[in-house]
Each structure stands twice: as structure tokens, then as C-alpha cells.
């Protein structure tokens, strides 16, 4: 299912403010959630190189990178917490084994 929403979004115009309805639609579906707020997940699609695009045109537009960086930050805690529950209890240990 993952990799049908990635075909999606891959072949979706440039991900952003031409997402039509149909096409959030079908992302919610392939998904099986409705997004309350439409506006986050054209945001979480949009990309940063294309959002510089649209300010350069006098638009405004926001990009995924805030959704990135508090996503990175999210998935890394659930790793450490798995670490300390798999034994990994000091911060060395933990650092070691992320590096591998």
C-alpha cells in the first residue's frame, strides 16, 4: 500500500498548490485516513525546492522541511527507546549501535 501512495505522489503534479481535490482524495483513500485539515498534507507533500519557486513568484507556499526535521527527531526517539528496552543502557552503547 506504502508503495501505491509513493507511485501517487511521484505522478501527482509537482506536489503542491496544483494538487486538485481528486487527487488528495485518492492519497486519503490509498492511505485510509481523511486529513481534517487538507492544507498539512499538501504541506507534508510539498516540496522545499518547489515552495522556493512559488515565493520567488510572489505566492505563498510552505514546504515539508518542519514536517522532516520533527519527524527525524520522532523516529529517533522510538529507536533509542527500543535500544534501552533491548538492554542498551548507557549513552555509548546506544550511540554505537545507532552507528551500525
Known amino acids: 500500500m506504502l508503495n501505491d501512495v509513493s507511485i501517487l505522489i511521484n505522478n501527482t503534479q509537482y506536489m503542491s498548490l496544483e ?4 487527487d ?5 483513500q490509498r492511505l485510509n485516513y481523511s486529513f481534517e485539515d487538507k492544507n498539512l498534507l499538501i504541506r507534508a507533500l510539498t516540496r ?3 515552495a522556493q519557486e512559488q515565493k520567488q513568484r510572489g505566492r505563498h507556499c510552505e514546504d515539508q522541511e518542519v514536517y522532516r526535521v520533527l519527524g527525524d ?3 529517533k526517539s522510538i529507536l533509542v527507546e527500543m ?3 533491548q538492554g542498551y543502557n548507557s549513552r555509548k552503547a546506544i550511540t554505537q549501535k545507532r552507528s551500525n
Open 19 to 22: 494538487m486538485r481535490p481528486e
Open 24 to 28: 488528495i482524495a485518492t492519497i486519503e
Open 48 to 50: 522545499k525546492a518547489f
Open 73 to 75: 527527531a520522532v523516529l
Open 83 to 85: 535500544l534501552i528496552q
